[in-house]
């Protein structure tokens, strides 16, 4: 069974900065396309960026120029840099993840608990 754990949530003023962290754990032959999503209370789960497995990325339009993706595939873990934070983007932060268990399967989906980013003076 995969697991992805993340890390780097927290309370932070407005204008800061945080690092989000996700590290998958399981049986992992190879990993496809790693995200984050965010959740505010009363409103859907929206994607806020992805990262291919060519490297190429995808983010938010309220998130352009402010955050960016990246992942080390060495580790199985992916990082979301947030900077200039704003008190909209408060909300519970969830990574996800294409995998497949073996070379040859199809991807299966897997989600994070998440962790809550707060931006509040």
């Known amino acids: 069974q995969v697991q992805l754990v993340e890390s780097g949530g927290g309370l932070v003023q407005p204008g800061g900065s945080l690092r989000l962290s996700c590290a998958a754990y399981?049986?992992?032959?190879?990993?496809?396309?790693m995200g984050w999503y965010r959740q505010a209370p009363g409103k859907e789960r929206d994607l806020v960026a992805r990262?291919?497995?060519?490297?190429?990325?995808s983010f938010a339009d309220s998130v352009k120029g402010r955050f960016t993706i990246s992942r080390d595939n060495a580790k199985k873990t992916v990082y979301l840099q947030m900077n200039s934070l704003k008190p909209e983007d408060a909300a519970i932060y969830y990574c996800?993840?294409?995998?497949?268990?073996?070379?040859?399967?199809?991807?299966?989906?897997?989600w994070g608990r998440g962790t809550l980013v707060t931006v509040s003076v």
């Open positions: 996800n993840m294409l995998y497949s268990p073996n070379p040859y399967d199809r991807y299966l989906e897997v």
């Open positions: 399981g049986s992992i032959a190879t990993i496809n396309t």
């Open positions: 990262i291919n497995g060519d490297g190429s990325t």
